[in-house]
């Protein structure tokens, strides 16, 4: 590279000598940057951290649908059984969702089902997304369905 000599600096501050003076004077800068970009790494490090929760939480309720349907294909209805699974899940998942079944009922009352009956189970659960970490809370419904056949012969 070339130097250039003190008589060409000067005369490049005395043409433009505000210009210069701005350049050269960068005091307090690099603190204002370091604080901007810690800021916003803190923001995008919180808004991970809440997408992270949100979808342990949605794997959570498909786990507990699938546990649901499977306890409902062995007992063949959706009785005493299931809302017995349901409280047990609820106390491990801390999951409290909205839980309806369609299904073919050989028994109404008993809410039996025949044989290879198809039975599905949908499950909503209100909650609130906290990416912002908690400024915002944005409230999201998380849904999962779970269908199966009854495994029990009804006489």
Known sequence: ML???QNEQNSVEKNFPVTVLKIKNTRGEGYIEVVVI?????MVILLAVGTFSLIVRKVNLNHFANELM???EVSGRV???VNGRYSELQDVTG????MSWQASYFDEANKSVQLEGDIVLYLELHTSFNGL?????VQVTLKSKATGQSERYWK
């Not at 810690?38 to 803190?42: E, Q």
């Not at 999951?95 to 909205?98: A, D, E, H, I, N």
């Open 3 to 5: 130097k250039k000599t």
């Open 133 to 137: 970490g908690g400024f915002v809370p």
């Open 79 to 81: 009785g005493t059984e």
């Open 70 to 72: 499977r306890t409902a």
């Open 95 to 98: 999951l409290s969702p909205v």
């Open 38 to 42: 810690v800021l916003a790494s803190m």
